[in-house]
């Protein structure tokens, strides 16, 4: 049986322009006053205590600025942020490589640790066989703060695809993978055709180490 191609994308600073989305979504809350003053105390004070022992915990896993929430509510916000910026943050470049990919008959896979509700929106989510994000907690219709399930970063892509290759009989030597950052360098060293994407400079020296290419 003839094996099948995967192209993997990393969603922040790979198709998202800059810093992240959830980062543009909050500035955006910011911005517009939605949030009060307890959500972003809930925040800091969730850093504050996490970061010396576990930073990513502290900085990635952070959704403190949601917890007390109504889904809802929430769900308005995404919209208008949505129908506001979306468009102007993604690169047209790399959307249109991700539809090359999918019409030569690759599976296409978006693994970001973003969370679900910022990303079920987007406009290029139909040109992806596979999606994966992280949850939200709830309960009894109020966000806690809390991711729920898997967060996807560092190793647990890297543990992903391996299994997403099994499962699909997909061969990774011959498979693409395109990132941002120091934290993929993992995930893209599993791959045949890794290429950084706007990178990172942890990413750079990587890049030039193993000659791996850069899309531009």
Same mark, same amino acid.
């Given at each position: @049986? ?10 922040? $600073?790979?198709?998202?322009?800059? !810093? ?7 500035? #955006? ?5 939605? *949030?009060? =003053? ?9 850093? *504050? ?7 990513v915990e502290a900085v990635k896993r ?7 929430? !109504? /889904?809802?509510? %929430? ?18 470049? %790399? &959307? ?20 679900? /509700? ?11 066989? +596979?999606? +994966?994000?992280? $949850?939200?907690? =709830?309960?009894?219709?109020? +966000? =806690? $703060? ?7 970063? $560092? ?6 695809? @391996? ?7 997909a061969d990774l030597s011959q498979s #693409?993978? +395109?990132a941002n950052s120091k934290s993929d360098?993992?995930? @893209?060293? %599993?791959?045949? #055709?890794?290429?950084? &994407? =706007? ?8 890049? *030039? @180490? ?7």
């Open positions: @049986m003839k094996s099948s191609i995967m192209a993997v994308f990393d969603l922040d $600073g790979t198709i998202i322009v800059g !810093r992240s989305i959830e980062n543009s979504f909050i500035k #955006y809350l910011l911005k517009e006053r939605k *949030l009060k =003053t307890n959500n972003i105390f809930n925040s800091i004070a969730y850093y *504050l205590k996490k970061v010396w022992k576990d930073p952070n959704k403190m600025y949601l917890k007390g929430i !109504r /889904i809802k509510e %929430v769900d308005l916000w995404v919209e208008e942020f949505m129908r506001e910026k979306a468009k102007e943050l993604i690169s047209p470049k %790399v &959307v249109d490589l991700i539809k090359h990919h999918k019409n030569i008959g690759h599976i296409t896979v978006l693994i970001t640790g973003d969370i679900k /509700i910022l990303v079920d929106p987007l406009p290029f989510n139909q040109f992806f066989d +596979y999606v +994966y994000t992280a $949850g939200l907690e =709830t309960a009894d219709g109020i +966000y =806690t $703060g809390h991711i729920k399930g898997r967060h996807y970063y $560092g190793r647990s892509k890297t543990d992903l695809v @391996m299994q997403l290759a099994s499962k699909l009989c #693409y993978c +395109y360098i993992d995930l @893209m060293s %599993v791959f045949g #055709y890794p290429v950084a &994407v =706007t990178p990172d400079r942890h990413l750079k020296k990587a890049v *030039l @180490m193993h000659k791996w290419k850069v899309f531009e």
